[in-house]
């Protein structure tokens, strides 16, 4: 399954940021900055055992929920490390479903990015998250 399939879903999607390489790779992470959302399809090696994605492959992609709400140059010194995350997990993304996280930046200060997202899939409610990032030179988010 391509993970690199265009979401149809409605918002202006990117695919400008890629997880890496690996088993757990998510692959490519779709980006609708001006609706501030993420979006991954759920692909056979992001499953567990049941055919849903499994935890950690879900946390990893609520961790990249300050993607949606904070620009990148790319450049080593914009990493924004992750302090805290917390994911309530309320039901399963089951293969072949889209991922999509809706990301409230909630406060932004000199040091620190404080984020919260529900993760749906296909709509449905799959998980609650909240986040904390080091904010490196102090750069505002969107």
């Not at 757990?24 to 056979?44: F, K, P």
């Amino acid at each position: 399954m391509q993970t690199f399939d265009k979401p149809d879903l409605p918002g202006n999607w990117t695919c400008d940021f890629n997880t890496g390489v690996g088993e757990w790779s998510l692959g490519g992470i779709w980006l609708d900055r001006q609706g501030a959302r993420l979006a991954v399809r759920v692909a056979q090696h992001h499953c567990n055992a049941f055919g849903v994605m499994h935890g950690g492959a879900l946390a990893t992609f609520a961790d990249g929920q300050a993607l949606a709400v904070r620009t990148y140059s790319g450049g080593a010194d914009d990493h924004t490390p992750t302090v805290s995350l917390s994911v309530d997990y309320l039901g399963g993304a089951p293969l072949g479903s889209w991922v999509v996280a809706d990301v409230t930046l909630l406060r932004t200060t000199r040091t620190l990015l404080f984020t919260q997202a529900l993760v749906t899939a296909d709509g449905k409610p799959v998980a609650r998250t909240s986040a904390i990032y080091r904010n490196f030179k102090g750069k505002d988010a969107q």
